[in-house]
């Protein structure tokens, strides 16, 4: 193995909460030495000079679907990895709500071999909580956990059979598996297309109250402090959550919350001429939600951001507003989408990895995320104030159902490194 030296470098620590100017050895696949020297006489036979940008941890981004079984038209493990490492991830955690669901060993071996053969970035699969993601059966969890699967979930498919979910919850914690729910009181919420208020109701769009998420995450709640389950909510986006997500935090409860980088910087406004791309699950929330979301992600209440990255084709995209699938492809847009909360002085740039990859890691018990010795030398550098105008037809998804398209953005990647080789460099 060929050791590597970075120089010159803005170093993002989110361990240790700093950013410094220094550089950077890698050796055999793993972090050597961390510089307080920008340019230190150390032997290597590779120097890459940073030139004054930044290296940081590769982003470890908790919520990708994947396609593959059953929809590879819409995104391929290969189309995903490619678009994964050209956006700075570096470890990609894939949801089972494929078609089939990701619910048996074999079903996780056969994506397991998939990502292995085609992903130059690391990808650790998610299985499903009950079979079919249909709520009635739990699935044989330490089965799919002896297979490979990394915690389990039915994503948004709410298992409402309280009993099932207490089994599930009650197996997993027997065994120290992570379960990551959908915190959204399922009745209310079906049909939803849009937040309900002002806006929605101009529009004629059926809407969902702010209140289901936090009924849904009552509700789940409740289960952990009767189970015990490690447990994770993977989207937290309105402010109406935040004061149950406090108080089980306080009272020791195994519980930790995400959100999706469209929720950060997006609102219900952005809908406007009924737009398709911005029809997501849950829906986009009001600017008072988007802020207050934004004050948890950097007080660490929210301890993680991921892309819920959802590919749609075109044909599913092409409906009236109500009738379109939910969902935008995220992978490639994470990080200049992340780089509007630091520009605006939301969010600072060593909390922001915090939440993007070292939180991500830590939860899933994963050696990366972290600027420190004998860490993987998964590693991300970027610009983080060259602008561009986002052109989907330039995504390397299959999909390109994006709402950043024509969108003024900030924040390049310009290479990217997993396990010290580089996969990607901006041309």
């Known amino acids: ?55 940081a941890p590769g982003i470890v981004d908790m919520g ?10 819409k995104e391929s493990y290969r189309t995903a ?19 089939p669901a990701i619910d048996n060993p074999e079903t996780l071996e056969f994506v397991i071999r998939r990502a292995r053969e085609m992903a130059p970035v690391h990808v650790h699969p998610m299985a499903a909580l009950t079979k079919g993601r249909l709520g009635r059966e739990m699935t044989e969890i330490g089965f799919l956990m002896d297979a490979g699967a990394i915690a389990f979930t039915d994503c948004d498919a709410v298992v409402t059979d309280t009993k099932v979910l207490s089994r599930a919850m009650t197996y997993a914690r027997s065994l120290g598996a992570l379960v990551i729910c959908h915190p959204q009181e399922p009745i ?3 049909g939803a297309a849009a937040t ?36 994770h909510a993977d989207q937290i986006t309105t402010a109406r959550a935040l004061p149950a997500l406090e108080r089980a935090k306080a009272n020791g409860l195994d519980i930790t919350a995400g959100t999706s980088i469209h929720h950060l910087t997006l609102n ?3 809908v406007a001429d009924y737009r398709t791309f911005f029809k997501l699950k849950p829906p986009l929330r009001d600017e008072d939600d988007r802020f207050a979301i934004g004050e948890a992600v950097a007080s660490g209440l929210i301890d993680i951001i991921s892309s819920m ?52 890691a830590k939860r899933l018990g994963l050696a990366s995320g972290r ?57």
Not at 64 to 73: A, L, S, Y
Not at 203 to 225: F, K, T, Y
Not at 326 to 341: D, H, K, Q, W, Y
């Open 188 to 190: 209310l919420s079906a």
């Open 64 to 73: 990708v679907k994947v396609c593959e079984p059953g929809e590879r038209h």
């Open 1 to 55: 193995m060929t050791t590597t030296l970075f120089t010159n470098a803005k170093l993002i620590d989110p361990e240790a909460a700093t950013e410094t100017f220094g550089a950077l050895l890698i050796k055999d696949g793993h972090i050597h030495t961390v510089f307080d020297d920008p340019a230190p006489s150390a032997p290597s036979d590779v120097v890459v000079d940073c030139a004054g940008k930044y290296l």
């Open 371 to 427: 600027l420190t010795k004998d860490a993987p030398a998964d590693l991300v550098m970027f610009d983080a104030h060259a602008p561009f105008l986002m052109d989907r037809t330039t995504l390397r998804s299959k999909s390109r159902n994006t709402p950043f398209d024509g969108a003024r953005m900030q924040g390049k990647v310009l290479a990217t490194y997993v396990d010290g080789t580089e996969i990607f460099k901006a041309a």
């Open 196 to 231: 309900s208020g002002k806006f929605a109701s101009l529009r004629g769009l059926p809407a969902v109250s702010p209140m289901a998420e936090r009924m849904g995450l009552d509700r789940d709640i409740a289960m952990v402090e009767m189970t015990g389950a490690r447990y």
């Open 81 to 99: 990895g490619l678009a994964a490492a050209a956006g700075g991830v570096t470890t990609m955690i894939t949801r089972p709500d494929t078609d």
């Open 309 to 360: 990255h959802t590919p749609q084709d075109e044909e599913s995209k092409r409906l009236p507003f109500e009738e379109a699938a939910s969902g935008a492809v995220a992978l490639e847009t994470f990080l200049p989408a992340a780089m509007r909360l630091v520009h605006s002085g939301a969010i600072e740039l060593p909390v922001l990895w915090r939440a993007m990859s070292l939180n991500p």
């Open 268 to 270: 219900a406004l952005d």
